[in-house]
């Protein structure tokens, strides 16, 4: 196992994200946790509210995605989101627009 620093971990960020458009990692990440959720809790999310609190920052659009699978399955889903929408991450403002869209 190889421990990072946070800046090593900016920094495999930043290469990553010159290969791969961000907005489209932030999609496969909301689309494996979706899969894992329901592999692990299929029976809780179809019974039960999830609630998905976001940031206006980047790892918040992971949140608005995930969501977006939970609504497009049926569950009942309710979204919070925190921070400035004035000062929203460009892929999170995607996701959020989507999100309201539906």
């Known amino acids: 196992m190889?421990?990072?620093?946070?800046?090593?971990?900016?920094n495999i960020d930043k290469k990553t994200i010159e290969k791969i458009p961000s907005i489209l990692l932030m999609e496969n990440v909301a689309s494996e946790i979706f899969y894992?959720?329901?592999k692990r809790h299929k029976k809780l999310l179809y019974k039960k509210t999830v609630y998905i609190f976001s940031s206006?920052?980047?790892?918040?659009?992971?949140g608005l995605a995930i969501a977006r699978y939970l609504i497009k399955n049926n569950c009942?889903?309710?979204v919070y989101i925190t921070g400035n929408l004035d000062r929203?991450?460009?892929?999170?403002?995607?996701?959020?627009?989507?999100?309201?869209?539906?």
């Open 36 to 38: 894992l959720l329901l």
């Open 88 to 102: 929203v991450n460009k892929d999170t403002y995607v996701n959020f627009n989507i999100l309201k869209s539906m």
């Open 76 to 78: 009942n889903v309710k």
């Open 2 to 10: 190889k421990v990072v620093t946070t800046e090593d971990l900016i």
């Open 56 to 62: 206006v920052g980047g790892n918040g659009g992971d």
